[in-house]
């Protein structure tokens, strides 16, 4: 009942540009801040950028920055990432989460609702 569901994954060229999205259903998503988050085969969860309700959003990692954007739509319950200049270290599966607040917390906190995760792949 309660979901989210990412979309826009796919295999990129090194330098190319991917836009993925995440929607949600089955609760208020205007209590939610969303994050982004990415995983690699054999690394931890690394947090690449959250959104709070009212748009205000912030970086969790140096890596993303200049290169990775967050928007959100709440009349469509959907938030998106938008990624460019993308480098082979950015495969990895992408999660979008859902934490109950008006603010982002950090990257660690326990955000409360997770999608299934897109499949990104950068390789020439």
């Known amino acids: 009942q309660l979901q989210l569901v990412e979309a826009g994954g796919g295999v990129v060229q090194p330098g190319g540009s991917l836009r993925l999205s995440c929607a949600a259903s089955?609760?208020?998503?205007?209590?939610?801040?969303i994050g982004w988050f990415r995983q690699a085969p054999g690394k931890e969860r690394e947090g690449t950028l959250c959104?709070?309700?009212?748009?205000?959003?912030?970086n969790y990692a140096d890596s993303v920055k200049g290169r990775f954007t967050i928007s959100r739509d709440n009349a469509k319950n959907t938030v998106y990432l938008e990624m460019r200049s993308l480098k082979p270290e950015d495969t990895a599966i992408y999660y979008c989460?859902?934490?109950?607040?008006?603010?982002?917390?950090?990257?660690?906190?326990?955000?409360?609702?997770w999608g299934q995760g897109t499949q990104v792949t950068v390789s020439s």
């Open positions: 989460a859902a934490f109950w607040g008006r603010q982002c917390p950090p990257p660690k906190a326990k955000y409360n609702y």
């Open positions: 089955g609760f208020a998503f205007n209590y939610y801040a």
């Open positions: 959104i709070a309700n009212d748009g205000g959003s912030i």
